[in-house]
């Protein structure tokens, strides 16, 4: 089992849609918990952190925890045609440093 | 400049040939982190740097990929006899000490024909 699980995608939503993005993790002990946009060809940004189950609100983004589930998602409202990227889920299993553990992504087509 | 910056861009090298790739860090970031992104891949840790501390080398593929880091910021990444397997794009990322975000650069691509 990968330590980071993505569906690879495509997901494909029309514009003005909810885009919903999943990610499981297998180390039960992980504490910090983060969202990369990679356009093609460039090198991934950060978008979303989450530490503490629930979710967390950034504008169009949120980001939701479930640790007992060992569930992370990203929910991005009124999706753009811009918002077209593959999308990383990174998880931090040691909190003695940030070696963040990759998800291979998932790539969203936002079609207007 | 004001973010993490890789060199070369873009190199070709042929099989067995040993190449260095460079990351100069954003200052003041005491953290340093080489991944790799084969095609179609998530990030594969490379190799970390904190400090003054010993580096994580943990995720070295091989005893021909070899790091340093010189006085606390510029980054070298070598890898000797290069093989096929090796093309990928060699990203660097910094952060502040502790719990922080990472910073990416835009990425070496490395090409072994």
């Known amino acids: 089992q990968k330590e980071v699980e993505q569906n690879s995608g495509p997901l494909s939503v029309p514009e003005g849609a909810i885009a919903s993005l999943n990610c499981t993790y297998s180390d039960r002990v992980s504490q910090s918990f983060f969202w990369y946009r990679q356009y093609s060809g460039k090198s991934p940004e950060l978008i979303m952190s989450?530490?503490?189950?629930g979710d967390k609100e950034d504008g169009r983004f949120t980001a939701q925890l479930n640790k007992a589930s060992q569930y992370v998602s990203l929910l991005i409202r009124d999706s753009q045609p811009s918002d077209s990227a593959t999308y990383l889920c990174a998880v931090n299993p040691n909190t003695g440093f940030q070696k963040l553990v990759f998800g291979t992504g998932t790539r969203l087509l936002v079609s207007p | 400049g004001a973010g993490v910056s890789q060199s070369p861009s873009n190199k070709v090298t042929e099989k067995g040939k040993d190449v260095e790739l460079r990351c100069d860090p954003i200052s003041g970031h005491t953290a340093l982190y080489w991944y790799r992104q084969s095609l179609g891949q998530g990030l594969e840790f490379l190799i970390y740097f904190q400090g003054n501390s010993a580096p994580d080398k943990s995720g070295l593929p091989s005893d021909r990929f070899s790091a340093e880091r010189t006085g606390g910021s510029v980054s070298t990444l070598t890898i000797q006899r290069t093989q096929q397997e090796d093309s990928a794009v060699y990203l660097c990322?910094?952060?502040?000490?502790?719990?922080?975000?990472?910073?990416f650069g835009n990425g070496t691509r490395l090409t072994v024909t």
């Open positions: 989450i530490y503490s189950n």
């Open positions: 990322a910094s952060s502040l000490e502790g719990v922080s975000p990472l910073h």
